[in-house]
């Protein structure tokens, strides 16, 4: 069992960075691949990065792709993603997930544990 806590979320403005945290508890933290999703009012939950249980495997939706960067670390049991060059349609409740699997998953059928969300509000 993985409880996972998200955090870091907040109000900024467009061009702007965040960090967002992923706190997890539980020792087998280092067996699961973390993923990254986010929700928009109104739209379905949409995958945004997923890193493997090493660290060393990292895939990004295209729509992310040289500003969000996902990162592990496993001996703090938290996973990172950092936002920059923030856009109004980054707009979303973030969610970060467990997965028990070897490599990367992007679907969110294939994550076993969810956090409850962090807010994060782009203003233009």
């Known amino acids: 069992q993985v409880q996972l806590v998200e955090s870091g979320g907040g109000l900024v403005q467009a061009g702007g960075s965040l960090r967002l945290s992923c706190a997890a508890s539980?020792?087998?933290?280092?067996?699961?691949?973390m993923g990254w999703f986010r929700q928009a009012p109104g739209k379905e939950r949409e995958f945004v990065a997923v890193i493997d249980w090493s660290g060393g495997v990292t895939y990004y939706a295209d729509s992310v792709k040289g500003r969000f960067t996902i990162s592990r670390d496993n001996a703090k049991n938290t996973v990172y993603l950092q936002m920059n060059s923030l856009k109004p349609e980054d707009t979303a409740v973030y969610y970060c997930a467990a997965a028990t699997t070897i490599g990367v998953v992007t679907t969110i059928r294939r994550y076993d544990y969810w956090g409850q969300g962090t807010q994060v509000t782009v203003s233009s």
């Open positions: 539980g020792r087998t933290f280092s067996s699961y691949a």
